[in-house]
């Protein structure tokens, strides 16, 4: 075998810059996927999916403000700089590990990146408001929304399993924070809802993962083309789920951290076709991709993570 790759070295050059699959390492289905619905940007996606993520923090706004967290970092020889787009997010100039960030055991911070914090000034909770995290562990979106400061905010933390909960609550006490935890299925509302309707709701959906591969490469190996359709089966299940669970004049924030149009836009203009009282309402950031409901980002994008946003109003 080496020796035939020694003679055939040119040719097995020539064929390997030429097959994306190859060149960067992705599995041909999720490369046809990608180049589908990102004609334009299907090769910068996969060169992105080889590239270190920055370590991101999203500052406690209840304990310090960015300023006096950059000061603490500053003085513990780490440097950091504001995200463009969250008003609680520092980019570290380097990794390092959480033991090392000041303040990280009492509550001051917080790993995650600036698109996954986008969620809670997308969905802006307001004071005296009741909000269902619907997927809610490993809890960083719940802590985050707890954190946004609202007075006499009840949020629901609501998830099917246990153990994973259990990081909710670990992530909660780190930082000081008071939620309801309940164990349940997103799913059937019937096993679980008091029937009282909430103001907000934050369905971060179970994806293929497939706008953070830099974070975890094995979601290459791990997904299959057939788990496309049967996780945009469990998205429409819990769209169409907890849609009843939204008062009247309510807000639904429906995320992923995919990059396939099946899980993203093509699922919400069927939610939105199929559902009378839904509609879109139209989100601008700076960088994000306009869709035809909602808004994307793609993975390396200004160094964010792959991350989909669709704000839905129930009139």
Known sequence: MLRSAQREMESLISNFDSTPELKYSHPVWLKAMLQEDWPDDYLTIMQNNHQQAPMTLRVNKNKNSLKQYQKLLEQSQLSANAGDLTESALILSAPTLVENLPGFSKGLVSVQDEASQLAVSLLNPQNNETILDACAAPGGKTCSLLESQPDNLELLALDNSNSRLEKVRENLARLQLQATILCGNAQDPASWWDRKPFDSILLDAPCTG??????????????????????????????????????????????????????????????????????????????????????????????????????????
């Open 210 to 315: 497939t706008g953070v591969i830099r974070r975890h490469p094995d979601i290459k190996l791990l997904r299959h083309a057939e788990d496309v359709p049967r996780l945009a089966s469990i998205q429409q299940q819990l769209l169409t789920a907890l849609w009843p669970c939204l008062k009247k004049g309510g807000r639904m924030m429906y995320s992923t951290c995919s990059v396939l149009k099946a899980e993203n836009t093509l699922q919400i203009e069927a939610f939105l076709a199929s559902t009378k009282d839904a509609k879109i309402v139209d989100i601008t950031l700076p960088g994000a991709i306009p869709c035809r409901a909602g808004i994307q980002f793609l993975p390396g994008q200004d160094n964010l993570d792959g991350f989909y946003y669709a704000l839905l109003e129930k009139i």
